[in-house]
């Protein structure tokens, strides 16, 4: 087996709590960020290279990583977006066939510094117990102080504005220009899978930069509007909270996921807050409160929206509730053709028992724009 030659490794909390491991492959590498885990049994490619884990060190729970290689169709975004990871047994080597490459070397083209052999039961447990905290990464294991001093200099996630660091940076179009709806999506982290579930229902989508006001949207006559899921603390978003705002007040359609869902809530004027360790995996248990049927769903997410703030609201309605922890999972509102969900219907791999909230979406355009045409 190759790359068999691996460097001591550790890994720092911000509390100073160290937990040992080693390098994968004999690279030399130091990496900052949020650490915090994800319980998915599979799917680890659709994880590194999702745009709402920007800036974060990961954890797997799973104890082997790479089994199955990489395969490029499988990448959320352009490439990597983790900062970091962390793992339990690294696979070197892989069994699928059509994969396109190892895992390994899927992250040395990423230039993703990883560290394995990790108990990563005991750091998981730690991180539920106290917390997502800043940590290190590193093969650096005689310079703990110097690494102490350039920990302690990393922003926190709370206050943390991360879209414009995922966002596009031009407008860009996605689906068939003869489809009968149009679809104008906010970038502020969006994942690939996102765009195809709205294309493959007949939609010709725009994806404008996180910053697009309102007015620029609007120019191209779109029939509905999505915000996209994404990473960082929602309330510096404040471009983005007033485009929300305005996309309301025009009275189209308008579906937002994850970070979208809180950016929604903003824009309605209820708080937001970090959680203590964040949802994060793909099987997350949802009661659809307007249905009665539960859901398990993936989840990524480490800020949630205020309940109290949002029951008291007189023109929101709670549609979705986390039942591990009773979180609002899920908004709508009273006199207006708005919905989120602080999940992802859009999983891939998987679970699938929520992607009907894009059907739901599709009705709401259709239903408004017989009405629209009419006037």
């Known amino acids: 087996m190759k790359y068999l030659a691996k460097r001591k490794a550790l890994i720092l909390l911000a509390d100073g709590t160290i937990f040992y491991g080693k390098s994968v492959g004999d690279q030399a590498g130091t990496a900052f960020g949020e650490v915090c885990f994800n319980t998915g049994m599979t799917g680890y490619q659709e994880i590194f290279t ?33 900062s970091g990871l962390i793992c339990k047994n690294f696979s070197y080597e892989y069994s699928r066939y059509d994969a396109d490459y190892s895992l390994q070397e899927f992250l040395n083209a990423n230039k993703l510094f990883a560290i394995s052999d990790v108990d990563t039961r005991a750091l998981v447990s730690y991180i539920r117990d106290n917390g997502a905290m800043n940590a290190v990464i590193s093969t650096r294991v005689d310079e703990l102080d110097t690494l102490k001093k350039e920990l302690a200099e990393v922003p926190g996630m709370e206050g943390l504005e991360l879209a414009s660091r995922v966002s596009t940076k031009e407008p860009y179009f996605v689906g068939d220009p003869e489809a009968d709806l149009k679809i104008a999506a906010l970038d ?16 010709y989508i725009q994806v404008f930069p996180h910053n697009t006001s309102f007015e620029q949207m609007q120019a191209w006559n779109p029939d509905g509007y999505f915000i996209s899921n994404g990473p960082g603390d929602p309330e510096p978003l404040k471009e983005a909270v007033e485009t929300a705002r305005q996309i309301i007040a025009s009275d189209k359609p308008l579906f937002g996921i994850c970070l979208g869902h809180q950016v929604i809530a903003l824009a309605n004027g209820v708080s937001t807050y970090k959680m203590h360790h964040g949802h994060r995996g793909i099987n997350h248990p949802v009661i659809n409160l307007l249905s009665g049927k539960g859901e398990i769903t993936s989840q990524n997410h480490g800020f949630a929206i205020n309940r109290e703030e949002t029951e008291a609201h007189p023109e929101l309605e709670i549609t979705h509730v986390h039942l591990n922890d009773q979180t609002v999972a899920g908004i709508r509102m009273k006199n207006k053709n708005v919905f989120s969900v602080q999940y992802h219907p859009e999983a891939s791999p998987g679970p699938h028992d929520a992607e009907y909230l894009f059907d739901q979406f599709f009705e709401a355009i259709r239903q408004s724009v017989p009405k629209e045409t009419e006037v």
């Open 50 to 82: 999702d745009p709402s884990y920007y800036g974060q060190l990961m954890v797997t729970t799973n104890a082997h990583i790479g089994n199955y290689g990489a395969k490029s169709a499988e990448s959320e975004s352009d490439g990597v977006k983790i």
């Open 188 to 203: 502020i982290g969006i994942k690939k899978n996102i765009l195809r579930n709205l294309s493959k229902r007949g939609a």
